[in-house]
């Protein structure tokens, strides 16, 4: 059985950090693009990070600076390190395994940034 289970959301103020984890069981996720998206209520989930193994990372122009993903494939583990957040930072976050021709979903992570 597939499954990407997020962790490490909740309520933080702005200008604060957070890591979120992705545990990936149940397929290969050293052979997938795995990555970060957000969405809030309304609005399209966007991405806002993904990393291929051995891969350069890929960030949302919204995130550059601020978020680094990072994967231990030995743990089928991927990480999204954030700083220096803000209130529009706000939204669902869901861990994503993109393969050739699959594409597995996490149930998502709220992170809510205010004060």
């Known amino acids: 059985q597939v499954t990407l289970v997020e962790s490490g959301g909740g309520l933080v103020q702005p200008g604060g950090s957070l890591t979120l984890s992705c545990a990936a069981s149940g397929f290969p996720s050293h052979a997938y693009n795995m990555g970060w998206y957000r969405q809030v209520p309304g609005k399209q989930r966007e991405l806002v990070a993904s990393l291929m193994t051995g891969g350069t990372p890929n960030y949302g122009d919204s995130v550059k600076g601020r978020f680094v993903i990072s994967r231990d494939n030995a743990k089928a583990m991927v990480y999204l390190h954030m700083s220096s957040l803000k209130s529009e930072d706000t939204a669902v976050y869901f861990c994503?395994?993109?393969?050739?021709?699959?594409?597995?979903w996490g149930q998502g992570t709220q992170v809510t940034v205010s004060s």
């Open positions: 994503n395994a993109c393969g050739e021709h699959t594409n597995y």
